[in-house]
């Protein structure tokens, strides 16, 4: 009699355990699906709030830096005397003004420095911070059949006003952000005028804050990195280069559909009302929130 009740007990036991268990499965598997759902969502939330924030951030902090440079070298494009040297660079006149002209606005760059190329002639004008080239501006002339003067042909074939390149000039030996804005009079091309900003410097003052686990970078239109922390990743001469050998951003996602996402993120930015776009996306294996912006400068920061 005491073996039967030890088997009903056992048996009542084992039935009561596996009820708990399955009361516990029905009840904690919607709720760790819910749990899930809330988490995701609020992650999915606060990641949107603070990438879009630290993009719009790091936006102003490069148009901070380069607006004003963009602004001045359009004034001097706009300049009677810088104009009217350039349609007739042989006027000594003329050109004596005109490097007066420069001279007075070099000092109110940043970098101190201007460069200047007449279309007609092709010569280069160019004076440093350090007035190195005082008397001398006139370095070398850029020509079509040089591949390292490139810049110039595809800054005034591009159509816009000004452009951001990031070069190094052989001739000079100097590696900047460049400024490149087109002075142009009733269709007429008349020369290509601008500044620089040192690349290091940019990077060092805009891009390479510490901010741990927030990495920032400016690419160009076709994804080309202008500045990123590491050297090594910046995309020089993109103005020249041949898509396939650039250094874009899209290389820096794992998936091809990724890379589509991200450039169709920059175009939507680029053509809509909506200031700023960003979403989950694989690097490196890991998930990293991606946002993007675009710059009124001819660069947009990712």
């Known amino acids: 009699m005491r073996g039967l009740w030890n088997q009903i007990a056992t048996s009542l036991k084992t039935r009561f355990l596996v009820v708990t268990v399955c009361v516990f499965g029905l009840v904690a598997v919607p709720a760790y699906v819910a749990f899930e ?8 939330a606060l990641g949107t709030l603070f990438a879009e924030k630290q993009v719009l951030f790091d936006r102003y902090r490069g148009l901070e830096a380069l607006t004003r440079e963009v602004s001045l070298a359009e004034t001097v494009a706009r300049s009677p005397a810088v104009r009217a040297w350039a349609r007739d660079e ?18 109110s760059f940043h970098d101190k420095s201007y460069f200047f190329v007449v279309d007609q002639s092709g010569n280069y004008y160019f004076n440093n911070a350090e007035n190195a080239y005082d008397g001398n501006q006139l370095r070398y002339q850029v020509k079509r059949d040089n591949p390292r003067d490139g810049w110039y042909f595809k800054t005034i074939a591009a159509g816009q006003p000004c452009q951001l390149n990031v070069d190094r000039d052989d001739h000079l030996a100097v590696t900047k952000v460049w400024i490149n804005c087109v002075i142009a009079e009733q269709g007429r091309i008349l020369g290509v005028i601008g500044t620089g ?57 794992d998936s091809p559909a990724d890379a589509a996402e991200l450039a169709a993120m920059m175009r939507r930015v680029s053509a809509g009302p909506a200031a700023v776009e960003s979403r ?8 990293f929130w991606s946002g993007s912006a675009i710059s009124t400068s001819s660069a947009g920061s990712t």
């Open 37 to 44: 759902f809330l988490t995701r969502k609020t992650v999915v």
């Open 197 to 253: 900003v040192d690349l290091t410097e940019f990077i060092r003052e805009v891009v390479a804050l510490p901010q741990t686990g927030v990495t920032s970078m400016f690419v160009d239109h076709a994804g080309a990195i202008q500045a990123h922390r590491d050297p090594g990743m910046v995309d020089f001469h993109s103005l020249t280069k041949d898509t396939k050998t650039k250094k874009t951003i899209f290389q820096q996602v």
């Open 280 to 287: 989950f996306m694989t690097i490196g294996g890991a998930s």
């Open 90 to 107: 042989a006027d000594p006149a003329k050109t004596k003004l005109g490097l007066a002209e420069l001279e007075h606005y070099r000092l």
